[in-house]
């Protein structure tokens, strides 16, 4: 698993608020990297077929949980959260790789 900034104490609720904030900033360039990978993605995927790969997708799946089982976070929470960032990177794909060979 990648290295984590250990937490600082957290002792009142706007403590723990910058820290939620800080940590979707985070989120958010992680996001912006891995929609970055659907871009390449689609400009490497030759056939329009190959954009939904479900053996992928479970591969993906199955790792989520077993990192969320590691770590102990809810692991139902953890696969529906990816099983919806999957499918909407599935349709982000799909509209880069047509975009790309319809200019």
């Known amino acids: 698993m990648t290295n984590l900034t250990t937490l600082p104490t957290m002792e009142t609720m706007t403590d723990v608020r910058e ?17 970055a990978c659907m871009d390449a993605a689609a400009r490497i995927k030759q056939d329009r077929e190959a954009v939904r790969d479900e053996t ?3 591969q993906v799946l199955d790792n989520v949980k077993q990192l969320a089982a590691e770590t102990g976070i809810p692991v139902p929470t953890m696969a529906a959260i990816w099983e919806l960032l999957i499918e909407t990177s ?4 799909f509209e880069k790789w047509d975009q790309l060979r319809t200019r």
């Open 56 to 58: 992928r997708k479970a």
């Open 19 to 35: 820290q939620v904030d800080r940590i979707d900033s985070e989120l958010i360039a992680l996001m912006t990297q891995r929609f």
């Open 90 to 93: 599935i349709s982000y794909e």
